[in-house]
């Protein structure tokens, strides 16, 4: 198993970021800024042999939500692979940054079923798009402990 990990900001004497686990070696890692107003937010991208997979969470602010969008798809349009792009994008269904998001990435998510906050989970903030790749099963883990979000999984298979 290969750990990555993007650091946003210092805190508590350690790092604050996000992390993508794979079973492959990646060919590149990436770290790519992100503009957060209240604090310091990361896109870490992960190139393999045949796909590409991304890990990121968005601001709290409407504007940096779509600033950060934007610089996703810019940062996708650089590889020529399928490509998975996963996090807490802090924004609900039919927002500006998600409707941005699906139009230029396929949701594989299911992008309705409630992610926030953990133990009583009132909306959806957190979503897996996807470039190549076809939704095979997906589905939000009733696992209200290990984070504040609760985890989703989404199996795919190549388009």
């Known amino acids: ?32 800024p992100l503009p957060g107003s209240e604090e310091g937010r990361v896109l870490l991208i992960a190139e393999f042999d045949n796909f590409v997979a991304a890990s990121t969470h968005f601001s709290l602010t409407q504007q940096d939500r779509v600033a950060s969008a934007k610089i996703i798809i810019e940062e996708a349009a650089r590889y020529n692979k399928p490509l998975l ?4 994008f802090n ?6 940054t998600i409707e941005l998001l699906n139009k230029n990435f396929k949701m594989l998510s299911d992008g309705v079923t409630f992610t926030f906050p953990a133990n ?3 909306r959806c903030i957190d979503y897996i798009f996807g470039r190549g790749f076809r939704a ?11 984070s504040d979000h609760r985890p989703l999984v ?6």
């Open 136 to 146: 095979v099963r997906s589905q939000v883990v009733e696992e209200p402990v290990a």
């Open 1 to 32: 198993m290969h750990a990555l990990f993007a650091s946003a900001i210092d805190h508590a004497g350690g790092k604050y970021g996000v992390a993508l686990l794979s079973k492959e070696k990646p060919l590149s890692v990436k770290r790519v």
């Open 91 to 96: 924004a609900q269904p039919g927002s500006e």
């Open 154 to 159: 989404v199996h795919v298979v190549a388009e």
């Open 120 to 122: 009583e989970p009132d």
């Open 85 to 88: 792009v996963g996090g807490d």
